[in-house]
């Protein structure tokens, strides 16, 4: 389970720093296009730099040993109790919702790029958990 949370957080600061990143590109193209005067710029970056380096450095996340974790989903799913199925559910899931009697979970994007990996590593039709 912790190892899905650190994917899960990785993935999130990595989508953070895209974004501010852009942020920082278009604050630069206004400066550069005029519409931006220079202190406002400098104060603008300054925030957002701010911003980036408060997001905390992760490795690279491991995708092959992520691949691995899903693997053994299955069992993890059937040796765990309901708060732990809970949990899991909240770690790979980030909406669900019940419409009639049919459930709708999408996944988080990390572990939809898990999948798609998977995939292409010539599983085509990974099985649900138990």
Known sequence: MSQLRATSDAVEDERRQGKISRQLAGVRDLYELGDLQRDDYLAKKRALQLQLAKIPTRHQIDFGKALELLKDFGRLWAN???????????????????????????????????VTLKRARGDSNPRSPA
């Open 80 to 114: 765990a109790g309901g708060e732990m199925r809970k949990r899991f559910v909240d770690e790979l899931f980030e909406s669900k919702r019940i419409t009639g009697k049919r459930l709708h979970l999408r996944l988080k994007p990390v572990y939809g790029r898990l």
